[in-house]
């Protein structure tokens, strides 16, 4: 069963935006984060929201990505914006939910900047 399900990814020009979108399948146990992985890179933490609300983020994306959530809609956004090519990757979601001992990871939604 499919847990959590990644989209809004994309290609899109140097300096522009997307806004990816991880819905759960159930309630979110937080923290819940964001990672990418570009090729031949291990995978890295972009962006975290905890229960709180409180957020942290990569140095690299600081000031240019923004992660929010809809609690009702079991739903964790990631805003970025003043996209560079450097922010290539598959962006995964990963948190673990009610009920379960470990954590999930999403499928994946490529994200391409290039012009």
């Known amino acids: 069963q499919v847990q959590l399900v990644e989209s809004g990814g994309g290609l899109v020009q140097p300096g522009g935006s997307l806004r990816l979108s991880c819905e759960a399948s159930k309630t979110i146990v937080y923290p819940m984060g964001w990672y990418r992985q570009a090729p031949g890179n291990q995978r890295e933490l972009v962006a975290l929201i905890i229960r709180d609300g409180s957020t942290i983020y990569a140095d690299s994306v600081k000031g240019r990505f923004t992660i929010s959530r809809d609690r009702a809609k079991n739903t964790v956004y990631l805003q970025m914006n003043s996209l560079k090519p450097e922010d290539t990757a598959v962006y995964y979601c990963?948190?673990?939910?009610?009920?379960?001992?470990?954590?999930?990871w999403g499928q994946g939604t490529q994200v391409t900047v290039s012009s």
């Open positions: 990963n948190a673990r939910l009610v009920g379960d001992l470990t954590t999930s």
